[in-house]
């Protein structure tokens, strides 16, 4: 065993933080385990330097693999964590709004290619039969602790954008990174892969390449890297379906504070 490899045991899976997987010296087995006590930066305060840079550097890698080749399943997403390298290698946040919507079911804001529903930030849009609402947003200058070097900071500002969405499809979906965008005007920001690893390094759920049985409902966050004038331009989020259709929907955010 390399002697500056991490002692066995439990760690942050690098291809799934919310859950532990276990490491026996070399190799990650395939032994897992729901997140115990301690949170995120105790796993990493113990680690070596190089080791608690390489969880964000394998999850971009991960994610990056993963679009160029389509959805994977859960043994091809257990097999990738298992070849991945060892384990593990404050923000200033401003909340604009919090919801919790109804759950109706307006017809009249499910997308067609004959209607596209735009919504305020207590409504809800369906596409492609997933329903999405907004709970909050918030701008963040930095996400994550800069400390270890697993956070990220904004060119401009984050936003920051927590959200649901219920699967009603008789099928499980695999949400893709381009499922969520950011319109200004004739604008359209991708979220920030930077931001979306800081987010899963602190410990937040996202959307990247989540899987969504049917009648579930998932909660995560999203973010955008976004000049500060914007916040003043009326951000709309979109929600476009899976796949290649053109269907989509938005809801406004509501006004933010830089």
Do not use: C
């Amino acid at each position: 065993m390399n002697s500056s490899s991490p002692d066995p045991g439990w760690y942050p899976d690098p291809r799934k933080p919310t859950r532990d997987r276990y490491w026996d010296g070399s190799q990650w087995t395939d032994q897992t385990r729901k997140k115990q006590g301690g949170g995120f930066r105790a796993a990493y305060s113990r680690l070596p330097r190089w080791a608690q840079i390489a969880i964000p550097i394998v999850a971009i890698l991960v994610v990056v693999g993963a679009v160029a080749g389509g959805g994977e399943s859960d043994n091809a997403k257990d097999n990738t964590a298992s070849k991945s390298g060892a384990p593990g290698t404050k923000a200033d946040a401003k909340t604009a709004a919090s919801s919790e919507p109804d759950e109706g079911n307006d017809p009249s804001e499910n997308a067609s290619d004959s209607n596209t529903p735009s919504v305020g930030p207590h409504g809800s849009v369906e596409v492609d039969t997933l329903r999405w609402r907004l709970r909050n947003a918030q701008t963040m200058k930095s996400i994550g602790d800069q400390q270890y070097g697993l956070g990220s900071k904004a060119n401009g500002v984050y936003i920051v954008a927590e959200l649901s969405v219920k699967n009603n499809k008789s099928e499980s979906v695999t949400l893709t990174p381009d499922v969520v965008s950011l319109v200004v005007g004739d604008k359209t920001y991708s979220t920030d892969s930077n931001a979306e690893t800081a987010l899963i390094g602190s410990g937040a759920s996202t959307f990247l390449l989540e899987d969504l049985g049917p009648d579930v409902t998932l909660t995560g966050k999203t973010a955008f890297d976004v000049a500060p004038a914007v916040l003043n331009q009326h951000p709309q989020l979109r929600f476009n379906e899976l796949g290649y259709g053109s269907t989509h929907a938005y809801i406004a955010l509501p006004p933010l504070a830089g």
